[in-house]
């Protein structure tokens, strides 16, 4: 048994409550400022601050970002540039210096006191040091200030406090201020219910998101931020009646509205109530583009190749989906392992964000089809015309000569790309992997062991090392092996690879019963056909047997011919 795999390059991505609750709001955060082009500034007469600014560009140039922001900042005090203060601002976040950020932030606001992004910046600076007084004049003047209205400025000041969390207590105590100052803004209980949400307040974001609907009850925005909060909660059927009402009331959004709320289920592993909305969006309107495609990627996910096959099929003659379609019609001939055919497919993705992807899978499926000489090449080339990507794709050239079956030229692969970066996590990571393929426990743990001392909160590593002395190390290391996947666990409290671990460590300790509940867990959230092989042992270690074999039964519908499952079963029934 080896360490759980787990992409590094392109994974996939579920939107977080959080994010997709924080999307409904009509305006996002302004992003940090970008640096204007260098002609803003031009026209200034004063020989030191030309002196100041040209020695700033200078620094810029070289990369040295705080330098520059210091000589920009010199030149600000007899030049009133906003243009000047808004790159000087930039490139203090750039360099990570908060106290130049603090200063370059409020000579900006000096120069323009009715520009929000200066406030923006020292409200973040105040929420990281818990600065209440801060907080609550830079947020009560961008609610004044926005130009959307107060209900609006209450919206962006809850998306910028939910994406600096800060001290809850403090943040917390700012929003009761305001939502007292305007008890009868809804924007107010919006914020409330959006930051109380983001420090997993459930309850009280409820209360302030109910508040948010009964002020004002034709809100599409309130009533899907009480949705989302309904989810978290797991009250699914009020959140469906409350979805279906609101669809009513805005039939023309009805798709997009139902498409929002199935994310939101899958992401709190609601996955048969989120098929359901995707197929009432398809029954309303067959021709849902993004239904289908949801529902195509649905089934690949779920093993129903065939299904997936013709959905995705039909949306090859859409222009705007196109390309996605063939990308995941080549997906599906990959796992059918019709390496041809998925080559043609990957070939046709030549737009959209998926086309890298596409290139690296064409790479993939040709060292599957034995051509490894022609998929490094392609993947050279590749680096060489995208520079700044050249680490990543030496680490997807790892994973795919080892999914290849060529840990030999996956080692050599790494070493390659250490040389170049050699305290790289990722391809340390990948290089451990390889290690354990071909038996080197030993070197594995190295790798392991020298990303956690340069990164100690780095969950993955912290699992797979805590995962490896499980399955390889001696009963005297198991304690250690707890304590790592603690640590991880505590750090990625959602991840289905995480939990598994858990529990696999705790039945090797003899803790069948805590072990079951973990192993239960991660099944249920990610029914992964390696953590069925787990869970199915515990049960039967615990007598549960008829409720095992169900477990490995369905794990082989879904995958024929697991090695862990098979062995397993192997192993224990008669």
Known sequence: MTLKFRKLVFPTLMLSLLSCAAALAEDAPAPAPEAPDESDSVGVSDPEAQFHIMTGEMAANRGQPGLAATEFLAALKTVPDPALAARATGLAINAGNGALLELTARRWLEIEPNNMDPREVILQLGLQRGDAEEIYTQADAIINGHAGGRDDGFRHVALLMAQQPGKPDTSLAVLKRLVDQYPKEPGAYYATALVTLRYDQAAAAEVAARESVRLEPDSRENTLLLIGVLVKQQKIDEADKTLDALTKRNKKESGDLRLAYAKLLLESNQRERARAQLEKIL????????????????????????????????????????????????????????????????????????????????????????????????????????????????????????????????????????????????????????????????????????????????????????????????????????????????????????????????????????????????????????????????????????????????????????????????????
């Open 283 to 574: 029954k309303e309107n067959p021709k849902n583009e993004d239904a289908l495609y949801a529902l195509g990627v649905f089934n690949v996910n779920d093993g129903k190749l065939d299904l997936a096959k013709k959905q995705f099929q039909s949306l090859t003659k859409n222009i705007e989906r196109s390309s996605d379609a063939h990308f995941q019609l080549g997906r599906i001939a990959e796992r059918q392992k019709n390496y041809e055919d998925a080559l043609n497919e990957y070939k046709q993705v030549n737009a959209g964000a998926q086309a890298l992807d596409a290139a690296v899978r064409r790479a993939a499926v040709l060292a599957q089809l034995g051509r490894s000489g022609e998929a490094r090449e392609m993947l050279a080339e590749m680096r060489a015309q995208f520079p700044p990507l050249a680490q990543r794709l030496r680490m997807a050239e790892g994973e795919i000569l080892l999914e290849a079956g060529k840990p030999e030229e996956a080692l050599a692969a790494y070493n390659d790309a250490l040389r170049e970066a050699p305290n790289d996590a990722d391809l340390l990571y990948g290089r451990s992997l390889v290690y354990d393929k071909t038996g080197d426990q030993a070197a594995s743990e190295a790798d392991l062991r020298a990303i956690i001392a340069t990164k100690p909160d780095d969950a993955r590593a912290l699992n797979a090392l805590g995962y490896l002395l499980t399955i390889n190390g001696k009963a005297e290391r198991l304690p250690e092996a707890q304590d790592l996947i603690g640590k991880a666990l505590k750090l990625d409290p959602d991840d289905s690879a995480i939990i598994d671990s858990m529990g696999w460590v705790k039945y090797k300790l003899g803790q069948n019963e805590d072990a079951r509940g973990y192993l239960q867990k991660a099944y249920d959230k990610t029914p992964d056909p390696e953590i069925a092989a787990h869970l199915g042992e515990v049960l039967w270690v615990l007598g549960q047997r008829d409720e095992a074999r169900a477990v490995w039964t369905r794990a082989l519908s879904e995958s024929p011919g697991h090695k862990a499952v098979v062995e397993t079963m192997q192993r224990l029934t008669p």
